[in-house]
């Protein structure tokens, strides 16, 4: 019997007869036995920069970027620490501002905001959303030698003192999320995002899932938040069950970086072949839409080598709520995949021309579409997924099935629980 999450749930399966089966999941490490303990520890050993008290001053307007919900990070944990360092250096409550960093996602709702931080933190302090396409909220940073323009969220460049929180896991362009990114992306203009997310980004050979070191995507978050003017953030790594087994604060670079290596050691896994048909496990909250749910077959398909053989199939067991997604670069995702015909002339098409932001997932996922197929099980608006050019399925049985159909009675199957947080290495 397999299991891999749907939601907050879980789906159980067997695979039939002329399927056999393998599961990859990440490897051990110990999780952390009092998380708030060690995040203290962290504040006041911070890398690379004094602490937060001592960087603080009474009168500072601080600015503190946090990740929205499609993000597991454990904000209110965070802030929690981050608050009782900024009130020890006398920073009032008022002085405090908190920034969704969304991106292009939709606004956060009181309710998300009260599952990040904490309903006595969105009572008290200040807790506003970033808005990408809002010129006046935006402060241009000029651009960078290889002319990628960079920008930031006004209220973030003003302030006196500028935070962000974070979670270090593999990401299909910076290599690892966290560190600048939150701020890089989450509180960018969408002219920094288009370009960063635009194919002339993407397909630069340094530009991959689990890379740090000459990655220009990287490199671009990390000039940005250096402009800006991000002094100091707060970072963990999660394992599969969302249980933290590191953390890091202080100078946004070294913090991250020592937590790079530790995310390394846990989410990077050898495979010995490439297999014909991949169970892509994604979870709450990321497969609460078809943008984010879609993460797994191209993290998987864009490892150092793909997981499934061309021909093969990724199986997607995802509800997916919310659709689509129901933000501007959701919405964009969506239209693009739908209006086109063949996945070969859509990818040739906005390799030349060109896409706005949000586009970018379109864009890997047709790639994705032009070698293997993508099967998402259980979507409960299955037309959506069909009009995007994938198969929308109810239950595994007949997910398996139709491979079965398709690609023959006998083929090799890898589950991967925790799609997004492990990266197989096929080993050559």
Known sequence: MYNVPYGRKEIRFDLPPGLRGTVLESKFV????????????????????????????????????????????????????????????????????????????????????????GAEVVRRYTVIDHDARDPDMLVDLGQTESGIPLSVNRLAYEADLLIATGIVEPHQYAGYSGGAKTLSVGAAGEAMIAYTHGPHMLEQPGTRLGRIEGNPFRAALNESARRAGLRFVLNVVQDDAKRVVGVRAGDPVGAFSELVELARGLYEVPI????????????????ANVYQASRGPTYLHFAPTPVAKAGGTYIVPAPCQEGAGEGAGEQRFYRALKEAVRMEALVERMREEGYPPGQQRAFMVA??????????????????????????????????????ERQGPELDVLVVPHSLLTLPVVQK
């Open 30 to 117: 110990p999780s952390l036995e009092d998380v708030a303990a060690a995040v203290r520890q962290a504040m006041a050993q911070p890398v690379g920069s004094p602490r937060l008290r001592d960087l603080a001053q009474a009168d500072d307007t601080v600015v503190i970027v946090f990740t929205d919900i499609t993000r597991a990070c454990p904000d209110a944990l965070l802030v929690e620490a981050l608050l009782e360092e900024l009130h020890a250096a006398g920073v009032p409550a008022e002085q405090i501002t908190f920034l969704c960093g969304v991106g292009l996602h939709r606004p956060s709702t009181t309710e998300e905001k009260v599952v990040k931080l």
């Open 272 to 287: 010995p072949q490439q297999y014909d048909v991949v169970v892509a496990g994604i979870g709450f909250p990321k497969d």
């Open 367 to 404: 790639k994705v579409l032009t070698e293997a197929q993508i099967v998402i099980v259980g979507a409960e608006q299955p037309e959506i997924v069909r009009e995007m050019h994938m198969v929308p399925l109810e239950t595994m049985e007949q997910a398996l099935g139709w491979v079965q």
